[in-house]
Nanobody, 128 residues
Framework: QVQLVESGGGLVQAGDSLRLSCEDS????????LGWFRQAPGKEREFVAA????????YYADSVKGRSTISRVYARNKVYLQMNTLKPEDTAVYYC?????????????????????WGQGTQVTVSS
């Protein structure tokens, strides 16, 4: 059973940076693509970024492209989302999710329904 736990959220000012972390203490996630999604108040959950099982392929939403970097550390079973130049519209609960890939070298999915395991989320609030 995959159990994902996010951390690193908080209250920051516009223009600041933040690094979110997600880990699974129970098993190796090598065959899983790992993604970040977010849900702002009153809005549907949306894709932010994802990284393939191999770590060699990443995919970003246009809203964060150029400002964010997703990475993973296999030895620590962790995935990170570094977000820079934060904006008030980045305010949301951020969720980590895992999608078991048949081919770990393919581009990770941005589709929420492809992900089988989800964390509880971490709140990010960006003040103007």
């Amino acid at each position: 059973q995959v159990q994902l736990v996010e951390s690193g959220g908080g209250l920051v000012q516009a223009g600041d940076s933040l690094r979110l972390s997600c880990e699974d203490s129970g098993r190796t996630l090598t065959r899983y693509a790992l993604g970040w999604f977010r849900q702002a108040p009153g809005k549907e959950r949306e894709f932010v970024a994802a990284i393939s099982g191999s770590g060699g392929s990443t995919y970003y939403a246009d809203s964060v492209k150029g400002r964010s970097t997703i990475s993973r550390v296999y030895a620590r079973n962790k995935v990170y989302l570094q977000m820079n130049t934060l904006k008030p519209e980045d305010t949301a609960v951020y969720y980590c999710a895992a999608d078991q890939q048949v081919n770990i070298f393919t581009t990770p999915s941005a589709a929420e329904n492809e992900y089988d395991y989800w964390g509880q989320g971490t709140q990010v609030t960006v003040s103007s």
